[in-house]
């Protein structure tokens, strides 16, 4: 079962942070295919939101195919996200630990990183559309 | 879409001033409506119309079914126990939920017997929702729910009011001049400024309209392409906009998405800027 949380000063919708930490879980393997969602009112009874919003995250899953409402008995994960293997995370993870050490060796502070860290993915993911 | 409240044209005229000037919305069915806007904005006389216990002056409104209304400073008889307010709302409406309005207030463990007068803030708050809400109503309108509670009693009572739109359908119609209760709660935005509508529409569409933008002070005046300035301002060497529009991809204006607070304070900054469906959506 997944715990949602919300992070209000990140600027994200709630329904799309609802989503991100959906598939977050699918990465991590803390939920698998076959496992249900909280529904909406568990949901709403923990976070006091909206519920048309938690409706609205799963139908974006839904979309997605990730999830699958069933009538009557809840919204099931239909599969897990493809990604990368665990082994390869763990590889790829390492390499970011070391160039974080790295870049802290260099004087950069935690808000430098992540600003480097944001416009390497903008220019990358760019050439990939582009 | 099915409409749980319109208005069209609605004006109400108070002796010489105009309290609303030819309001017209529509709120959808199924959804948390927030009505906000400074004090004396018009905010209750809108909620008065809409409940029936006023008149417009002119225009029309519309509320296909059953409407219950909550006023502001919770309406509840200081004398009477809580079975006694019950019995009392029994007695006053055709339709009435005995069963279930004494299952809520067991559940959220308000004792029947006591007196309204010795609950706290919070839990008088919640016996004069269950009293709106026993009546089994199609729309809720709260006027001002959570004035003059602390914040745990306001996150309370919003988690509990979020619950029962979970699980039964029914369209909510919040007024309130504190927009960040209504952050995570509310769908449909009213923004009511000097006795006008200026902003009605989905939040999230709204969110994803507008922009906060900043870029040279020499730019103030020639806004991006494909986008309309609802707010401008200018500090030293720069310029701030808040647009409607287009994503901006002038490299001069640097972009960034804006909040519900941002936003609603933007229009009542700026009277005359509006963000209205077509009216063709509004008859829809």
């Known amino acids: 079962m997944?715990?949602?949380h919300l992070d209000h000063r990140s600027g994200v919708a709630t329904y799309l942070q609802l989503v991100h930490q959906v598939k977050q879980a699918l990465r991590l393997g803390t939920l698998r295919p076959g496992d249900k969602l909280p529904t909406a009112r568990e949901v709403v009874d923990a976070l006091a939101i909206n519920p048309n919003t938690v409706l609205k995250a799963y139908r974006e899953l839904e979309r997605e195919g990730l999830v699958a409402g069933r009538p009557g008995l809840g919204t099931f994960v239909q599969r897990s996200i493809g990604g990368a293997r665990l082994a390869?995370?763990?590889a790829l993870r390492r390499d970011l630990d070391a160039w974080v050490r790295r870049a802290r060796t260099a004087g950069l502070d935690r808000d430098?990183?992540?600003?480097?860290?944001?416009m390497a993915m903008v220019d990358c993911f760019r050439e990939d559309t582009a | 879409m099915s409409v749980a409240l319109r208005t069209t044209g609605l004006g109400v005229r108070y002796r010489r001033a105009d309290a609303l000037r030819d309001c017209s919305l529509a709120v959808p069915a199924g959804r948390i409506a927030a009505l906000v806007g400074p004090n004396g904005a018009g905010k209750t006389t809108l909620l008065h119309v809409a409940v029936g216990l006023l008149t417009p002056t002119s225009g029309e409104v519309s509320v296909p079914g059953r409407v219950a209304f909550m006023a502001q400073d919770k309406p509840l008889y200081d004398t009477f126990t809580v079975?006694?307010?019950?019995?009392?709302?029994?007695r006053l409406n055709r339709v009435w939920d005995q069963e279930y309005a004494t299952a809520r207030l067991t559940g959220l463990g308000i004792p029947l017997d006591r007196r309204t007068a010795r609950l706290s803030g919070g839990q008088q708050a919640q016996v004069a929702l269950t009293v709106a809400l026993a009546r089994r109503p199609d729309l809720l309108v709260l006027d001002e729910p959570l004035a003059n509670l602390d914040p745990l009693a306001r996150h309370d009572v919003m988690r509990s009011l979020m619950v029962e739109v979970a699980e039964q359908p029914l369209t909510v119609l919040i007024s309130s001049h504190v927009v960040a209760d209504l952050r995570d709660t509310c769908d449909w935005l009213i923004v009511l400024g000097g006795g006008r509508v200026q902003v009605s529409g989905d939040v999230d569409d709204l969110l994803a309209e507008h922009l906060a933008l900043t870029g040279p002070a020499e730019l103030v005046d020639t806004p991006p392409?494909?986008?309309r300035v609802v707010e401008?301002?200018?500090?030293?060497?720069?310029?701030?906009?808040?647009v409607r529009g287009a994503p901006v991809l002038d490299p001069r204006w640097s972009a960034r998405p804006v909040d519900l607070e941002e936003l609603v304070m933007a229009y009542l900054r700026s009277p005359q800027a509006s963000a209205l469906p077509a009216l063709a959506a509004v008859r829809a």
């Open chain 1, 2 to 4: 997944i715990e949602f």
């Open chain 1, 88 to 90: 390869d995370q763990a």
């Open chain 1, 112 to 118: 430098d990183m992540e600003t480097l860290f944001s």
């Open chain 2, 83 to 90: 079975a006694e307010m019950l019995a009392f709302g029994r």
């Open chain 2, 225 to 227: 392409a494909g986008t």
């Open chain 2, 232 to 242: 401008a301002s200018r500090t030293g060497r720069q310029a701030r906009l808040l």
